[in-house]
């Protein structure tokens, strides 16, 4: 299927994160590289195999090649138990050569995905799910934060699309991504509406959306007809048929009702991976950091050039 073009705008994550890429990321690494005299380094986790999951990855290393970022990815087969998992975990936790660690979802269905995320040592946590962090984004305060959620703020910002005043509906509560998007979008001071699997009829809530965000994982879920003429769709999901790649939102279905959409892949995708990076090298200079004050400082930075997306330009202060 070819992305068709239509009265929308395109929400083009390739381009975002080639910018990001080069105006904040590898500047800061350049940094790092001058003051730390090293580079962070990601350890990834994966058990058993998952088809979003290898897009993710194949993403990834593009940019750590680009970045010099090292990293790591470690496969456990399926059958790996909860209590194997958990000890391959400690060990990444207490190596110091490691900076951030993320477990790739969805895990086997044997295994708790939230006793894996609360085992990851907060510092190490660059998917924000470890519960001090989990504390941090839902009190609206700055920390390690879920990178796909940022990654939606930011095309937000870099396409100047107002957030305040606006109804945003996000489509799916989960804590990787629904839930840390509402909060951010909340402390962007939209309203904004949670449905889920038992919200019916869904379009009556997606066409009250100015900006529909869609974290469901079921390919084409929201259609013509389901928004409202000139909505914002935000698609994050990243389903599977047929070996093809395809999102929740049908885009060329959407193209002539929408006023900007994002397509799958070269959306959400691009803008979760800088994301990523991003909160790496956060994890690793707030670990380099050795007085509060200078955590603070850190924190300070990083919100404040994340804050200029979109308004004055990257910054990288
Ligand atoms: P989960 O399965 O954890 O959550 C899915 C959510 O969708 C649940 O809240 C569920 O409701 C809801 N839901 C399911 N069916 C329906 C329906 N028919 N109508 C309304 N709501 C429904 O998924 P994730 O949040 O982990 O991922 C969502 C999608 O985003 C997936 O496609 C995933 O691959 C993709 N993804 C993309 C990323 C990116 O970088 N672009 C990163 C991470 C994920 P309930 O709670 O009631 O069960």
Not at 32 to 52: C, D
Not at 76 to 92: A, H, Y
Not at 259 to 280: K, R
Request: proline share 5%.
């Amino acid at each position: 299927m070819s992305l068709k073009e239509g009265k929308s705008k395109k929400i083009d994550g390739r381009l975002f994160a080639q910018e990001y890429l080069e105006k904040v990321l590898i500047p800061r690494c350049k940094i790092f590289k001058e003051v730390y005299k090293k580079l962070p380094k990601l350890s990834t986790i994966l058990v058993g195999e998952n088809p979003a999951s290898e897009s993710y990855l194949k993403l990834k290393g593009k940019f750590f090649t680009k970045l010099c970022v090292k990293s790591e990815v470690f496969r456990l087969p399926k059958e790996t138990t909860e209590e194997e998992l958990l000890e391959f975990i400690n060990k990444q936790n207490n190596n110091d050569q490691i900076d951030g660690i993320l477990v790739q979802v969805p895990l086997p269905s044997h295994i708790n995905e939230d006793t894996i995320a609360e085992s990851i040592a907060p510092s190490k946590d660059v998917e924000g799910l470890s519960p001090g962090n989990v504390h941090s984004w839902a009190k609206s305060l700055p920390n390690l934060v879920p990178a796909t959620a940022l990654g939606v703020l930011a095309l937000l910002k870099y396409y100047k699309i107002t957030i305040e005043g606006k109804h945003v509906v996000v489509v799916g509560r989960s804590m990787i991504v629904g839930k840390p998007v509402a909060h951010l979008l909340l402390k962007e001071n939209a309203t904004v509406t949670m449905c889920h699997s038992k919200s019916k009829p869904l379009e009556e809530y997606t066409r009250q959306a100015d900006i529909l965000i869609a974290a469901v994982g079921r390919p084409h879920l929201i259609k013509k007809g389901m928004i409202k003429d000139g909505a914002i769709v935000v698609d994050v999901g990243i389903n599977f048929e047929d070996g093809k790649m395809m999102g929740d939102v049908d885009y060329d279905d959407l193209l002539e009702t929408a006023s900007y959409i994002t397509p799958v892949p070269g959306g959400s995708g691009p803008a979760t991976v800088c994301m990523l990076v991003s909160n790496l090298l956060l994890a690793f200079e707030l670990n380099q950091a050795k007085r509060n004050e200078e955590r603070l400082d850190c924190l300070r930075d990083y919100y404040g050039n994340y804050d200029t997306i979109g308004e004055s330009g990257f910054c990288i202060g």
